[in-house]
């Protein structure tokens, strides 16, 4: 019997690698899947749910995008207030209610573990609106063209 040097390891170069998911600079596509309904229902739970933390009664928050790790036990969610820019100062009230939300989650979702939750600000509409206040002043705008 003899013994291949290759088998056993997995080829994550061209592009049977990429289909597969299995590029090292990118999200497998498990990964975004159960990310997708990590968002989902974290979204719905944002939507219904009576905080008895008074910093979240009345806030109206969004989760934009949601990033786990490869294992799948760790879940970063990016949030953002609808209308208002401020919430940094919810952080604190929304990692205090990280393991509620997280034992809620486990009745939506069919995974043997379900992910930790770990709450950042979503600055990327900011940082857009920054961009594009940048690309129109004149002086930017003269270079352009």
Known sequence: MSRNPSRGKVNTAGPAGKLAGLAASG??????RVGEEVRRVLADLFARTEFRDPELVDARITVTEVRLSPDLKHATAFVARLGRSDVDALMPALRRVAPFLRS???GNL???VVPEIHFQPD???D???????LL????VARDLD
């Not at 999200?27 to 975004?32: A, F, V």
């Not at 940082?127 to 206040?133: F, I, N, R, T």
């Not at 129109?136 to 002086?139: A, I, R, T």
């Open 110 to 112: 069919r995974l043997r």
């Open 27 to 32: 999200p497998s596509q498990r990964q975004l």
């Open 136 to 139: 129109s002043q004149p002086e």
């Open 127 to 133: 940082y857009a609106m920054e961009v594009s206040a």
């Open 104 to 106: 809620r989650m486990s």
């Open 123 to 125: 600055t990327a509409l």
